[in-house]
């Protein structure tokens, strides 16, 4: 599905981070806290930001608007950091990327395939991006699953999908694909990506899933995800598991409708869970939540993205997963049935998002959240938890205390690599 928002006619898929590129099913959770590091003392930089008493410091020193800002990570318009962008001021107030970035003291931002031209030019984007985000480094995101939802495809290896990589029964083989994946997006300065799904797709007629799945059997899926996980941490760069609980067992997407996952908590428990958790076991860096409603974890009927009893009581204390949950993209009709887009930001914060993906109005979101906060409605406390995993989240992936250089030189010998290639045609075998 493809969602209209640029007013130059550019197709910005809707899918991003969503059900069509970003959101997910759950997996089970353990009895007990898995023994696991967490995410965020993975890869952890060699600067004195990054080596743990220097969170403190940048929490500190950041008002409460700047620790809001660092919450949000919308897509902004245009092909450069300073490209005059009727959209970007129609929708916020900034005539350029670069300046909603220090307008909104943005956290992050996701590319989309009208963001990309050649590799100099996305060098040159992520790169100014970079510089306005001043004090705090941006995470830099897209959807590069590879296959069906590949952003960055027109300048990276054209890697197979996950239904043919899972199809090996090889996790060597999904390892070194998402390691190859990851190096060719640190190389133009993109830092997290939205892969792997970690969705078991046991409906054939799923319209959003399907072949983004590594396949039907939970046990087969947990072994590619945590492959995949890996190899994107041998890249250095920050994967994210989608879409928890679970968005493998629907038939309808998620980003024109609510779906319902009737699956009771033992089939959940048995289908759904285990790639989450082995997606969590090996380090994974954010989990993306989906805007399904999932009745027996949470009766409520609320979307799971703004789901306290599966954002905060499955994912976060039964799972024991300590790093950034993402929301799907807040700009999907899953999740905007029910509220405002004034309300959607605040419910996920309190539900327990960390990362708020693709605000369908980012000023009324993000003032949304200021007030919200203000008031007592989110307390500081949780505010400051939120903020704190995304710092550590950067630390980890070497964003602090200054985000490293892209190099257009360098990005041209690893994009589309003798090497990479192989890799893909190994993995296509």
């Known amino acids: 599905m493809f969602r209209r928002t640029g007013t130059a006619g550019l197709l910005v898929m809707a899918l991003a981070a969503c059900a069509g590129g970003g959101g997910g099913p759950a997996g089970a959770a353990p009895a007990t806290r898995p023994e696991v590091a967490p995410p965020s003392t993975v890869q952890q930089s060699s600067s004195s930001a990054g080596q743990g008493s220097g969170l403190p410091g940048v929490l500190s020193k950041m008002s409460v608007e700047e620790k809001v800002g660092q919450l949000f990570m919308p897509v902004l318009y245009g092909t450069g950091p300073g490209s005059v962008s009727g959209e970007n001021q129609a ?6 990327p670069a300046k909603v ?3 909104y003291h943005l956290g992050g931002v996701i590319l989309f395939p009208a963001n990309i031209q050649s590799t100099g030019q996305v060098v040159d984007l992520t790169n100014g991006l970079q510089q306005a985000s001043k ?8 959807d590069q699953e590879n296959g069906l939802v590949s952003r960055m495809g027109a300048l990276m290896t054209d890697f197979p999908g996950a239904s043919v990589i899972g199809a090996t029964k090889d996790t060597a083989v999904a390892r070194s694909v998402a390691k190859a994946t990851g190096e060719e997006l640190r190389a133009v300065g993109v830092n997290l990506d939205f892969a792997p799904v970690a969705d078991v797709n046991i409906d054939p007629r799923n319209p959003v899933i399907g072949k983004r799945a590594f396949g039907d059997q939970p046990g087969e899926v947990a072994k590619m995800v945590a492959a995949s996980v890996k190899g994107f941490n041998d890249a250095k760069v920050a ?16 980003h024109t409708g609510l779906p319902v996952i009737k699956h009771t908590k033992e089939q959940w428990e048995r289908i759904d869970a285990p790639p989450f958790k082995a997606a969590i076991a090996a380090g994974v860096d954010a989990v993306m939540s989906a805007h399904i409603v999932f009745p027996k974890l949470d009766p409520s009927r609320d979307p799971a993205t703004l789901s306290k009893p599966i954002l905060t009581g499955l994912l976060r204390n039964k799972l024991g997963f300590q790093g950034v949950i993402s929301t799907d993209a807040l700009n999907m009709e899953g999740v ?3 509220y405002s887009d004034a309300e959607i930001p605040v419910r996920a914060v309190q539900a327990g998002a960390d ?4 605000p369908n109005n980012l000023p009324v979101a993000y003032n949304a959240v200021l007030a919200a906060v203000k008031s007592g409605k989110i307390s500081k406390e949780r505010l400051d938890q939120s903020v704190t995993r995304l710092l550590k989240l950067k630390q980890a992936r070497g964003l602090l205390p200054k985000a490293p250089v892209a190099s257009a030189a360098q990005a041209a010998k690893v994009l589309r690599s003798t090497e990479h290639r192989k890799v893909a045609a190994r993995a296509a075998r």
């Open 91 to 96: 929708r916020y107030g900034a005539q350029t």
């Open 101 to 103: 970035v220090a307008k």
């Open 135 to 142: 004090d705090v480094p941006l995470l830099i995101g897209t």
């Open 239 to 254: 994967a994210t598991a989608k879409h928890f609980p679970g968005h493998g067992d629907t038939n309808i997407d998620s």
């Open 336 to 338: 905007r049935k029910k």
């Open 355 to 358: 990362l708020l993906l693709m």
